[in-house]
């Protein structure tokens, strides 16, 4: 992660990650949400921290979860409801629950079908955030298929020659098994910045980069400035690439994608149709899950095999001047998670007293603390 996205040390504690876990769920189940979903959507809160996504993490999302629950912004005892299976594609609502909590259960029954089809995909409508999608990518990793996650969320992204908010910051996640690389996981964005990232920003009391958003009148604006001092859904957001020039119509492109996939696909009208701020559920986004059989078109040894080659060769590339070695989408969060397994998670010294405030509401212990 950036140094811009960091907070300074003397601002960080280290906590464990199971107990951040535990504590994480047993707040959900305190504001009412299900123990299971609880569950599951705690455990893929802390996979994303754990992988050093602090954005979608429980460190920065449990929060604002709880905040969603108080003001029924989301259901907190969803049932993911199946409204059509036609062989290798299904579509389901996910009663304005949590994707977060939804993802590993999509993505295990697009592997099922991809185990008899070859490909499996699951669309998902009426459904609320989704954490990190990387995360839910890589349960089709375990089972050596590759993985595919994309989102169709609230609009605060301007299209390229936009002044106008048109597409969200729609994500989209591939992930592929290696055999003794780490496994190759790409999860993006297609805005220059994620709206999470954009609140560590303003966090850390640091400034946002150059073209990470627009004037009022849509122009890119060109120079590091603070986050700006309004509604954090009235900023215009650039697509990645951030203006023309520099491709901005890619992140455009790749952002209608995952429009198309996640929402249109789904059943949905783009958001961009529509007021979803409006709407006092609060169910707006759209997902999309896919699960590809490696074994379907050959051997599942060789393919990882080949992945270790070409994720060898790119670490072995000789860097250019000022950096020390090139990475590949992966290489970082796989090393995040051996050492965040060791040293712990690190929380906002501000987030750690919201979660310590709670834990004396409820009367449960505090997230257990690691001194480094």
Not at 28 to 43: D, Q
Not at 143 to 162: Q, Y
Not at 184 to 196: C, M, R
Request: with cysteine; net charge neutral; glycine share 8%.
């Amino acid at each position: 992660m950036l140094d811009r996205f960091k907070a300074n040390s003397n601002e960080i504690v280290f906590v464990k990650g199971s107990s951040l876990e535990n504590i994480s769920k047993t707040i959900l189940i305190k504001e009412g949400m299900r123990p299971s979903f609880a569950a599951s959507v705690s455990e893929a809160l802390v996979a994303a921290d754990m992988r050093g996504a602090d954005t979608h993490g429980a460190s920065n999302l449990i929060q604002p979860y709880v905040d969603w629950i108080r003001n029924k912004k989301t259901n907190p005892d969803p049932i993911l409801r199946k409204v059509q299976d036609f062989a290798a594609i299904a579509n389901f609502d996910a009663d304005n629950g949590l994707v977060t909590g939804f993802g590993k259960e999509a993505m295990n029954i697009a592997i099922d079908k991809a185990k008899k089809f070859g490909v499996g995909v699951v669309t998902i409508k009426n459904a609320g955030h989704s954490g990190a999608i990387g995360t839910h990518a890589m349960h089709a990793v375990q089972k050596d298929m590759i993985g595919m996650v994309m989102s169709a969320v609230n609009p605060i992204v301007v299209p390229t020659f936009g002044a106008e908010q048109r597409l969200g910051t729609n994500p989209i996640a591939v992930a592929a098994p290696a055999k003794n690389e780490a496994d190759f996981l790409f999860d993006v964005a297609t805005s220059t910045i994620a709206g999470g990232k954009a609140k560590l920003v303003e966090l850390a009391e640091k400034k946002l980069g150059p073209y990470t958003i627009a004037a009022a009148n849509g122009e890119p604006i060109t120079d590091e400035v603070p986050l700006p001092d309004m509604t954090f859904e009235d900023i215009l957001f650039l697509p990645f690439g951030g203006s023309r020039d520099s491709g901005s119509h890619k992140g455009y492109g790749f952002a209608m994608v995952a429009e198309i996939m996640s929402g249109i696909l789904s059943g949905c009208e783009s958001l961009m149709l529509k007021n979803s701020r409006d709407d006092s559920r609060g169910a707006s986004n759209s997902h999309f899950f896919a699960a590809f059989n490696i074994a379907a078109g050959g051997d599942v040894e060789i393919f990882k095999s080949n992945m270790d080659q070409m994720l060898i060769k790119l670490k072995e590339t000789k860097p250019s001047p000022g950096n020390k070695r090139v990475i590949y989408p992966g290489l970082l969060e796989r090393e995040e998670e051996i050492f965040r397994a060791k040293n712990g998670i690190p929380l906002h010294k501000n987030t750690m007293e919201w979660f310590d405030s709670l834990s004396k509401q409820y009367d449960i212990e505090k997230i257990q603390r690691i001194f480094v």
